[in-house]
């Protein structure tokens, strides 16, 4: 048997801010500082 080779694709995520979306590897660091520090949150009935 020959080993299973895994094919690796970058994955883009995309925010959205002042009404655009856009990936968030093309923000300044001081942006992609900001959006590590949100937080989720989930609004339960």
């Excluded at 002042?18 to 992609?32: A, L, M, R, S, V």
Aim: some cysteine.
């Amino acid at each position: 048997m020959s080993p299973i080779k895994n094919k690796r694709q970058e994955c883009q995520v995309y925010s959205r801010v002042n009404g655009w979306y856009t990936p968030t590897k093309c923000w300044n660091k001081g942006k992609q500082s900001e959006y590590a520090d949100r937080k989720t949150y989930s609004i339960s009935k």
